[in-house]
């Protein structure tokens, strides 16, 4: 890491060599010292403006969509246009993030997606009505966020210690799932107020704080060993070896496989709000079920100094899936609304602690060569996971209930994360 960011800012002692112990508040509060790095701070503090950018245009996507069409089918297909770049340019995003200068690849994506969310803006303000260049104007956005996230997560083990990592993870979950609470209400509240247009370009606005923050970062280039390096279909091969030869990342990766394809019922949540919760309101359920999780992982990253200082991150993680499959599982018993939505809370919780753990052994365990590509393989897990559960849960749900399928599917979370880990004990044992 480029040196000259202690020269122009001065350095702020490391609270653990003046504070021997956590007591009160901050014995449980959240986990700030990352905040100390200013590299670290900058990049953080853009998140905090781009959550909620990005989730307006999340919104605002759909919603135009099925303005021009009516139907929910084209809303569901214009998901898929955006799955295959993102799969395919995360694991591409992943080798270019080895191989080349990652502030120089922050800089370059984060520029593509605010050009592409000015065109979203454009076609709409012009009153284009096409889905055709919705879909593709999605689908480029999500091939330049393909390749921008492997090299925002690899490079936050170059701006903070490793023993930071999971408090860096725990800022960074945060204030995402923040944004895809506060998001979406702004969102309903902005449309009726200044129009669908404008939602894309306030994201568009917002990327440029994210620009911004990049330009300040310090130069993050390979390492000496792999400036050769190529970033090609071999170099992806090479990637997907050295994850098979690494059994506690590979394991991470299945950790959450078996969390989120297994025990995600989104896809059941209208019929449930529909059904089992009706006498509460239809509407006022889904919109219950749906912020519980994210409303959840806010309150355990608000509360992360509990466990961000845990350094058996093995265990981490399997707790938390099982105690994942646990809540989803007593979600599914509930009869009472109220009931239900504590559950999927605690659920949001389990959730945030699995993926502050998971994503810091991914930054620990892989050397930085390899960091990129690990992160690529991470943000296709984390994409098509939950895309793969909303038809396993839609199929079950139709066939066997929603109440069985859910309860099914977090009973199988629970027994396959504990099989796995009796099985193998490369996870159980991993720690720094």
């Not at 704080?209 to 090609?232: E, F, S």
């Amino acid at each position: 890491m480029d040196t000259s960011e202690s020269s122009t800012e001065p350095q702020e002692k490391d609270p653990s060599a003046v504070i021997p112990a956590r007591r009160g508040r901050r014995r449980w509060a959240m986990d700030t010292r990352p905040l100390r790095r200013p590299a670290y701070r900058r990049l953080w503090s853009s998140t905090i403006v781009t959550a909620v950018g990005s989730q307006l245009t999340a919104v605002a996507v759909p919603k135009q969509i099925y303005d021009i069409t009516g139907s929910s089918a084209w809303v569901g297909a214009a998901s898929l246009a955006g799955l295959l770049p993102l799969v395919v340019f995360a694991l591409w995003g992943g080798a270019i993030a080895d191989s080349m200068d990652r502030r120089k690849l922050l800089l370059i994506t984060n520029s593509g997606i605010a050009v592409t969310s000015v065109l979203f803006w454009l076609q709409a303000v012009t009153g284009a009505a096409s889905v055709a260049v919705l879909m593709v104007l999605l689908a480029v956005q999500q091939a330049f966020w393909g390749l921008n996230a492997p090299a925002r997560s690899a490079s936050i083990a170059r701006l903070v210690p490793a023993d930071e990592l999971p408090a860096a993870n725990a800022l960074g979950s945060t204030v995402m799932q923040t944004g895809q609470v506060v998001g979406p209400l702004l969102a309903g509240v902005l449309i009726p107020v200044i129009g669908l247009a404008e939602l894309y370009l306030i994201d568009a606005l917002a990327l440029c704080v994210t620009v911004w923050a990049v330009v300040r970062l310090p130069a993050l280039p390979p390492l000496a060993a792999t400036t050769q390096r190529r970033a090609g279909v071999r170099e992806i091969v090479d990637g997907f070896r050295y994850m098979a030869l690494h059994k506690v990342l590979l394991l991470s990766f299945l950790a959450d496989i078996i969390a989120m394809v297994f025990g995600m019922p989104r896809a059941l949540f209208p019929q449930l709000a529909s059904q089992t919760y009706a006498p509460y309101g239809e509407g006022l359920a889904l919109g219950l079920l749906f912020a519980a999780i994210p409303i959840g992982a806010v309150l355990g990253g608000l509360f992360s100094g509990t466990f961000s200082r845990a350094r058996r991150h093995g265990w981490m993680v399997i707790g938390a899936v099982v105690a994942w499959g646990a809540a989803i599982t007593g979600f599914g018993l509930s009869g009472s609304l109220w009931v239900a939505v504590v559950f999927l809370a605690l659920a949001g919780v389990a959730d945030m602690v699995s993926m502050v753990f998971r994503g810091s052994i991914l930054l620990s365990a892989a050397s930085d060569e390899m960091r990129g590509r690990m992160q690529g393989v991470f943000t296709v897990v984390v994409a098509g996971g939950p895309r793969l559960a909303d038809v396993l849960h839609g199929t079950a749900g139709s066939a066997f209930g929603a109440r069985t399928a859910t309860v099914g599917g977090g009973l199988l979370v629970v027994v396959a994360m504990l099989g796995l880990a009796a099985a193998v004990p490369a996870l159980r044992r991993y720690r720094v």
